[in-house]
């Protein structure tokens, strides 16, 4: 069946580091894939999206890869901030366009 | 311009009720995603309206069903109440010109079934 995987663990970056977060898939050919940003209370944020045939997109301090190879997708954020503390969705839609989200990575940033 | 609203924020109903929860899209979308969220399955797709019709569903019984008025705003519906019912219900508006384009998701409403 279609898997998604993200750090289940809440990964703690120092401020001004850069955090690094997986999206990790199985069983599935995305057609595009979205990261969120989600904080408690509050519904998800959409950050960026990028499409199979895209290797790199960038937003700002943001940065996502994605290997349709290794089914995997990176998220940067350089320059963290506190602020940045939250948790970080990602999203995977396919050509059936289903969408099917991981259940998220919280990230701390410490002061 | 106003955010994705949903109606009400916070609701408790108990085992067999039925309840029917409600999102007003931002003002010129006309898709709206609903999805569930809890701890321990994360956030899942429901269903997705566009122009009042049904362009996807997800896995999910026929207890969960939802509807899209002509002015975009739309309902979902939860029959026979589960305990396992109990979420977190997200609802998503975009301008659905392209499915699964930006989303943009109102605060949720908070559901409890005793």
């Known amino acids: 069946s279609q898997k998604i995987e993200q750090n289940s663990e809440a990964l703690n970056i120092q401020e001004g580091k850069t955090a690094t977060l997986t999206c990790n898939y199985t069983?599935?050919?995305?057609?595009?894939l979205q990261w969120y940003r989600q904080d408690p209370g509050r519904g998800p944020v959409f950050l960026l999206l990028i499409r199979e045939n895209e290797k790199e997109k960038r937003k700002e301090r943001l940065k996502v890869t994605f290997d349709t190879t290794l089914k995997q997708s990176l998220f940067h954020i350089t320059a963290s901030q506190p602020a940045d503390s939250a948790t970080y969705l990602c999203a995977l839609a396919g050509r059936d366009d289903k969408i099917i989200f991981g259940k998220g990575t919280r990230l701390h940033i410490l002061p | 311009k106003a955010g994705v609203t949903q109606t009400p924020r916070y609701l408790i109903k108990t085992r067999g009720q039925q309840v029917t929860l409600s999102c007003s899209p931002i003002?010129?979308?006309?898709?709206v995603s609903w999805y569930q969220q809890t701890p321990g399955q994360g956030l899942q797709f429901l269903f997705e309206y566009f122009s009042e019709t049904q362009r996807n569903k997800g896995n999910f019984p026929g207890r969960f069903s939802g509807r899209q008025f002509s002015n975009s705003r739309s309902e979902m519906n939860v029959s026979t109440l589960e305990l396992g019912d109990s979420a977190l219900y997200l609802c998503?508006?975009?301008?659905?010109?392209?499915?699964?384009?930006?989303?943009?998701f109102g605060p949720g409403t908070r559901l409890t079934v005793l």
């Open positions: 003002s010129g979308h006309r898709s």
């Open positions: 998503a508006s975009s301008s659905g010109q392209a499915p699964w384009d930006e989303q943009f």
């Open positions: 069983n599935y050919s995305p057609a595009y």
